[in-house]
Structure formats: C-alpha cells, structure tokens
C-alpha cells in the first residue's frame, strides 16, 4: 500500500492509472491519494482536468511540487522527456519512494534515468503496461484501461528486490499480469510487435494517400472491419511515435528488414502467379496467428 | 419478398445470409424458404449441418437440385468456384431467378458468370458485402454479421432494373446499406483496402516465423491490443485468398508498389535520423485515419 501516488504527465496512462488507483488504499498495491503535474500549454494543464474530473486529488504546477511526499511516481510523459522531467523532480523526491515509467521503449529510458537519478537510479524500475488507445489525453483516461493487460518490467541491477516486489504489487493493482524481461530483450520484442506494426500501418495509409484524394475517399468511403483494424493504429500521432522511432531506430530498422524480406517472397509469388507458394505462405502466417493467443 | 433462396456454399457469408433472412417472409426482400448446397469432401456436408442448425429449410446435394424452385441464389463459394457451380445449377435456374455472389472480386466473377450463363447473364447482379469474420465456416454464421454493412452491387448491362432494385432489396432486408460501383472501380477499391492489408498482414507475419520459433514465441507472449487488431486479418486462410490475390492480382500489385514507394520514405527518414520528417509522415497519416470514418 502506498500514501501517496504522484502522476508526472496526466494524459491517457497516466490519468488511467490514477483512476484505477485512486480510492484503493484498502488494496495491495493501492494509495491513499494521488497529485499530479503536467506541462502547460496555455489554459489548464492536463493535470487540473484530471483533479476536475476527478481523476487525482491536486494538480501542481511543478514535477517536485506534485512528487514532495510521494512515495510512488510514475512518469507518463513521451519518453524523449524522461530525463528532463526526472531531473526536474529529483531534489523533491523522497530517498524512499519508487519511481515507474510507462514509455515503450526502455533502454534509452534507462539510460535517461541514469543519467537523471545518478546514484539514486536504484530508486526507479523501468515499466512498460502493454495498453492504450489511438487517441491520447486525459479526457480518455478510464479506470479499466490496464485490466487484463501485461506489463513489463526491465529491473536495473541497482534496484532491491523489495522495491521490484512493490512495483509488480502496484501493477498488479491495476490489474495487469506483470512479465520480467531485460531492457534489449524489450525493446527487440516491441520493435517487433508493437513499433513495425505502426510504422507499416503509417506507411500503408500514407500508400492509400498517395493515389489522390478523390480516390483516397473513394476507398475509405467503402472501406470495411478488416481495414478498421488493421489500420486503426494509424491513427496514433507523432506525439508518442517520434520519441519510440527515435529511441528504438536500430531494432525498427532490424525488424523492417525481415519485414521486407517475407513481402518480397509473397510479391514474387503473386507476381509470379505462384498461386501455390502463396497459398502456402498465407496458410504458415494463419496458421501462427490463429494460434494466439493460446 | 422471395418464395424461396437457394444458398450454394452454406459457410459464413451464405450461412449468415441465410439465417439473416430465414422467417422473413413480412419484410420487404424476405424469403420464406430457404435451401441449401454444400460441396461434400466426406462426412455430412456443410448444408445438411445448416439443416440441423436450423440456418436453412432443407440440404440438397447438387446445386441444381438446391436452386430447383428458387427465386434467389445466392453463391457463396470461393471466387474460383463460382464458374462451375454457375454452370451447375443453370439447367435447373428458373429464368426468373435472381443470381447473386458475395466474393471479394468482381472482374474475374462478371467473366465467370458470362462463360457460364451465356445468354442468361442478365440473371446475374454481381455483389460483394463488405462483412466477414478472420475464420470462416458454417458454424460461424450468424444473422447480425451483415448488419450495418456495405454491400457493393456492380450491376451488368445486361441487368434490367427491377432484378437490380430486388437484389438491393434483399441485401436492405439483412441491414446492409447498398453501394453501386462498376467491377473494375471495384477490384481497384478492394485492391487498396482489403487485399493489400491482408497481404501486408500475412508478410508481417511471416516476418515474425523468420525469426525463429523461440523469438517467435518470446514476442507472441507479450504482444498487445495494437498487434492483436493489426494482425487479425492474417488469421484468414488461403481457402479465401489464393483465389482473390489469383483474380485481383494487377490490382494488388499496383497497390504493393505504391505501399513500398511510401514504405521507403518511411525507411529512409528513420534510418537517416530525420526525425521531423518521420514525424511528418506519422501525423499526415494519422490525420487521415482518424477522419475515417466521418
């Protein structure tokens, strides 16, 4: 159980992970009350929505006014931010509290903690909760976002194994199933489930674009569910995407080229009319998706 | 209304088409008997299971015995069955009869029907409802799947007007909303919003098998939300598909070739490390699918 949960970038994470938290002090893992912060850009910041929608209990204007007396932090900010915001609050972090991420990348995060924390990195364990929609912000925070989902810690060798305990028990809270994996071992695996994925479903609606825009909306006009999901995560912006491309370029690239390789075989059939080679690649892919998950 | 529809290949599409409009003899399009054919390849063939599920009225085992009678078909096997079935059941095909198909190409369909009903073409009004499920099979059929979907009819010359108005009529009775396309605009759309992405998903997945079967499954175990919808397509199987990427071949590959030509901006913005250009690409796509749909 924790007293007091501080949010450091309350958007769609964030604010979902707050709201799952919040009024859960009478459940491992759980907090007695939750502050925030978010950058401002003009108007109320993201973390006065989240106390009016009543998501946190106080919104602060700075990352160390809204970590002072926290002893659980989670950043939820664009992972190129990492650094500078846990530089920001470290003069008001308590020497006691556990530090999280949520970025999809780890090792340029760990490296940032690194350099951020210094001798006091053993206080944060990398996280990644494997959730999300296309669309971002607090005002679609929910509390049932991280229900059934996994999330993946890359423990440092710096951190206790108590601390790593409480990290998995605040997860657990919010209903995730908790995987250990090591920073390369992730950001090898999410280049190539989650990253390539978006790339190629960027790169296919820009393909659909490039043809014109009458003809552009006469395919969307009749497009169906097949293209609703294989899409739908284009609809995701460089907001998220331009830190994760940048921070994983080398594994991205990697995966690319095995990607491409497998479409030159199903090209070359069907420009072949390989009907039969084609068959046989599309029944060997079927065969693997339909089989997950198990 | 319809006195009685004859489903030749009684797997999801027909299945569901027939369960859609089995008792609806009051509505407008309605039938009030309905019967059935299923290709046998040992055991109780597809239709007489449709029989005992209830999905139809009675199992024949040739299609001019199921059509005998009828003044809808619908033929609902994979496109490069559609000639010899056509030709099957013709000396049985009452000319009054109303033919239709539900495949996911046209041109190749249109030429199907003309070789096999010659002169009787006008019989015939090509349509491809824009439903469906990643696995097929009777068992899987259900009278909602085409609620709230599009139908694309690409009518004949040789269609007179009224056969056209009842075919719409039939497809408005299972709640679909009707759509007119010429059969080469057809191939052209689909081409770009479903052959292309079930291409692209199949290779993405093949992409993952060339990894190895221990990479393979270390990614499987963690993958998410985003690879579960973007991947879904790929569960379907070449029962489908050989046939559609053999008939649409042209088109698919057209639509390959401006997908690699977008593709390679995307690959060479990232592997040059400008990041303002990837993040360009990313929000220019993203702003398009998330207008869809409007």
């Known amino acids: 159980m924790f007293e007091q949960l501080a949010v450091i970038g309350c958007g769609l994470m964030g604010g979902s992970f707050a709201a799952a938290l919040k009024d859960s002090a009478h459940v491992a893992g759980g907090v007695k009350r939750v502050t925030g912060y978010s950058r401002t850009r003009g108007g109320a910041s993201a973390a006065h929505r989240a106390q009016a929608l009543g998501l946190i209990d106080q919104a602060f204007d700075t990352p160390a006014a809204a970590v002072n007396g926290a002893d659980l932090v989670l950043i939820a900010v664009p992972v190129g931010a990492t650094q500078a915001v846990l530089a920001d609050l470290l003069p008001?972090?308590?020497?006691?509290?556990?530090?999280?991420?949520?970025?999809?990348?780890?090792?340029?995060?760990?490296?940032?903690a690194r350099a951020a924390l210094g001798a006091r990195?053993?206080?944060?364990?990398?996280?990644?909760?494997?959730?999300?929609?296309?669309?971002?912000?607090?005002?679609?925070?929910?509390?049932?976002?991280?229900?059934g989902r996994s999330i993946i810690l890359t423990p440092l060798p710096e951190n206790d194994a108590a601390l790593v305990a409480r990290a998995q028990s605040s997860w657990?809270?919010?209903?995730?199933?908790?995987?250990?994996?090591?920073?390369?071992?992730?950001?090898?695996?999410?280049?190539?489930?989650s990253h390539l994925p978006h790339l190629l479903a960027f790169a296919y609606m820009q393909g659909l674009m490039g043809q014109g825009a009458d003809t552009l909306q006469q395919h969307l006009a009749v497009a169906g569910p097949g293209f609703r999901d294989f899409s739908r995560i284009a609809g995701s912006t460089s907001a998220i995407w331009r830190d994760i491309f940048s921070a994983n370029r080398d594994e991205v690239l990697a995966q690319l080229a095995m990607f491409e390789g497998a479409l030159a075989q199903f090209k070359h059939a069907l420009a072949e009319a390989r009907d039969e080679d084609l068959a046989r690649l599309v029944d060997e892919a079927s065969a693997v998706r339909s089989s997950w998950p198990r």
């Open 92 to 112: 008001a972090l308590s020497p006691k509290a556990l530090v999280m991420d949520v970025g999809s990348t780890k090792r340029d995060v760990v490296a940032a």
């Open 121 to 147: 990195v053993g206080q944060f364990v990398p996280a990644h909760p494997i959730a999300g929609k296309e669309t971002g912000g607090i005002e679609q925070a929910e509390a049932a976002l991280y229900q």
């Open 172 to 193: 657990e809270a919010v209903g995730c199933r908790v995987v250990h994996m090591s920073p390369e071992a992730h950001d090898q695996t999410f280049a190539a489930v």
